[in-house]
């Protein structure tokens, strides 16, 4: 007769805790505590950059952005950035008060380009290697946008900036953070905003609005939601790239968002 024997599971306990065996510890809980995505970019409007006014740079918030950004990178995320420019001069209001639309546009590139330097200081100093790059060609203060060399850094584990837009008028940043995110295979866009995530209206003016938790590319671009412009929307949903709207001005937001918790709206096909 084979006598065979349960196998072990607990062995003792100390303080109330049980020992467990080594051979019976399930190995699988370790993913729990893996980022759901292995590359992500991160779309930051210019007015995130100025705090609760939205205008100029505030130092604060940058520093806040940046730490929440180096506490991703330490998981071995790796990151690109795309960042308006909206807190310094918006092309398209700068039209409205009688600027040529393309000048104001171009001027709106080099505001970007302003938020992309502040950013890389706060990283810098926060020990996160970054490096700018720039749709303009404007060699003394970022490099020129070059696909293989963006990759080449994210290699070194670097965070790379994107500024400049898409380098040509009429496109918002939005259209450039989907330009660049197919074109650096990301897994994930991340819009950060000041809000928790899509609502079927404006939260600030209507306190019945309803949030979503997920909502389609084409529901979006039906219902004419303003988070992103159409351009970026159809891009993504060309191209089949998630957007994850939410609110990186709660602690810890961008962080939760990677390790794959269901933080603000999620827009897929």
Not at 29 to 35: A, E, G, L, V
Not at 116 to 121: E, G, R, Y
Not at 202 to 220: C, G, V
Request: charge should be positive; aromatic fraction near 6%; glycine fraction near 10%.
């Amino acid at each position: 007769m084979i006598v065979t024997t349960p196998p072990l599971k607990l062995t003792a306990r100390i303080g109330g805790r049980p020992i467990i065996n080594r051979l019976t510890m399930p190995t699988a809980k370790k993913s729990k505590h893996r980022p759901k995505f292995k590359r992500v970019l991160i779309k930051l409007s210019g007015e995130a950059l100025g705090g609760e006014a939205g205008v100029g740079i505030c130092p604060e918030v940058v520093h806040d952005i940046a730490r929440q950004i180096g506490e991703v990178r330490a998981l071995g995320v790796e990151i690109v950035i795309v960042v308006g420019g909206g807190n310094i001069f918006r092309g398209l209001q700068g039209s409205e008060r009688g600027i040529e639309r393309a000048t104001g546009d171009y001027m709106g590139m080099l505001a970007t380009i302003i938020n992309a330097m502040a950013l890389q200081d706060a990283l810098e100093k926060a020990g996160v290697a970054t490096r700018v790059q720039s749709a303009i060609t404007m060699a003394q203060v970022a490099e020129p946008f070059i696909r293989r060399r963006a990759m080449r850094h994210l290699e070194k584990g670097r965070v790379v900036i994107f500024a400049g837009g898409t380098g040509n008028p009429f496109f918002s940043t939005d259209t450039a953070a989907a330009l660049r995110a197919n074109e650096m295979g990301v897994d994930v866009i991340l819009k950060a905003t000041k809000v928790d995530g899509i609502y079927d209206s404006d939260p600030k003016k209507n306190p019945d609005a309803t949030r979503f938790e997920w909502i389609s590319y084409l529901e979006a671009l039906q219902r004419q939601l303003k988070v992103m412009d159409s351009t970026a929307f159809s891009l993504c949903m060309d191209n089949k790239t998630p957007i994850i709207v939410f609110d990186m001005f709660t602690p810890h937001n961008i962080k939760r968002v990677v390790m794959g918790e269901k933080v603000g709206t999620l827009v897929t096909a």
